[in-house]
C-alpha cells in the first residue's frame, strides 16, 4: 500500500500510484473527533469541553483536558490524543506517541483508531512498515463500516500487500466503500468492471462507477478527476449508445 486513509475532520495528505488500471490508494489523516459535542451548542463535561477547545485551536486546554481522560481509559479521548501527537497540535510531532494512543483505543473497538493505526503500519509511522499488520487493522475498522478502511483493504487485495492478492476480494472491498460515495473506490470499481478484474466485465457498470467518480471528485481533486474522465471516455470508445444511455439513466437516478 502507498498511501491510505485516516477519517473524519482534517487535512489531507494524498498519495498517488499510477497503474494500468489508474490504481491509487488515498491517505487521510484524521482530525479531533467532534460528533459527541451535545446539541445547541451546550457543553458539558470535561472530554467535550476538551473538544470544544481543539476546535477553536486551544489545543493546550484540550490536551489538559483530554490527557487525564485518555489515561483512564476514554477510547474517544486516547483516539483524539493520538490524532493530535500526530497532526502536532499543541505538542511536538511524535509517531510513536500517537500509535501508542491509537493503539489503546483501537484495542476498545474504536473503528478510527483501528483505521489510523492500519495507515501508520502502512507508513511506517511510529512502528516498523508492516503491511500484514496494516491489513489486520484496517479489517477491523472496515468491518465496523470505515469507508477508508474499506477503500484500502481492497488495495490490499489488488496489490497483494499483507495479503494474498485476490481481485474478487478487492472488488468486494472497494464496492462497499463505493457504495459509500468514496469516489477513489467508485473509480477502482469502474475499471475493474472494464478490465473484468474480480467481477465479470460489465461496461455498462464500468462506465456508470467511472462516471459516478467523475462526478464526485471535488475541484481540489482535478488531477483525480480528469482520470475518472479519461478512463470514462475510454470505456464510452467500447460501449453501443444504448449501453452509454442505460449507464447515463443508472448514473441520473442517483440524482
Known amino acids: 500500500m502507498s498511501t491510505s486513509q485516516r477519517a473524519s475532520r482534517g487535512f489531507d495528505r494524498l498519495g498517488l500510484l499510477a497503474s494500468p488500471a489508474f490504481s491509487f490508494v488515498k491517505r487521510i489523516l ?53 490524532v493530535m501527537y500526530d497532526q502536532s497540535l499543541g505538542v511536538p510531532q511524535d509517531y510513536a506517541q500517537a500509535v501508542k494512543w491509537y493503539r489503546l483505543a483501537a484495542e476498545q473497538g474504536y473503528a478510527l483508531a483501528q483505521y489510523n493505526l492500519g495507515v501508520s503500519y502502512e507508513q511506517s509511522h511510529g512502528v516498523p512498515q508492516d503491511y500484514a499488520q496494516a491489513v489486520k487493522w484496517y479489517r477491523l475498522a472496515a468491518e465496523q463500516g470505515n ?10 487485495y489488488q496489490k497483494g500487500l499483507g495479503v494474498p492478492k ?25 475499471l475493474f468492471y472494464s478490465l473484468g478484474k474480480g467481477v465479470p466485465q460489465d461496461h455498462v457498470l464500468a462506465h456508470f462507477w467511472t462516471n459516478l467518480a467523475a462526478s464526485r471528485f471535488s475541484a481540489s481533486d482535478a488531477e483525480k478527476r480528469d482520470r475518472a474522465i479519461k478512463a470514462r471516455g475510454i470505456i464510452a470508445s467500447m460501449m453501443t449508445p444504448a449501453q452509454i444511455g442505460e449507464a447515463q439513466m443508472r448514473h441520473g437516478a442517483l440524482r
Open 166 to 190: 485476490d481481485y474478487a476480494e478487492a472488488a468486494k472491498w472497494y464496492r462497499l466503500a463505493a457504495e459509500q460515495g468514496t469516489p477513489d473506490a467508485q473509480l477502482q470499481l469502474g
Open 147 to 156: 469507508a477508508g478502511a474499506q477503500y484500502n483493504l481492497g488495495n490490499a
Open 30 to 82: 484524521a482530525g479531533i473527533v467532534l460528533t459527541l459535542m451535545l446539541k445547541g451548542g451546550a457543553v458539558a463535561g470535561p472530554f467535550e469541553d476538551g473538544l470544544a477547545a481543539a476546535d477553536r485551536g486551544d489545543y493546550a486546554t484540550a490536551l489538559r483536558l483530554l490527557r487525564p481522560l485518555a489515561e483512564q481509559g476514554n477510547a474517544l479521548a486516547q483516539y483524539n490524543l493520538g
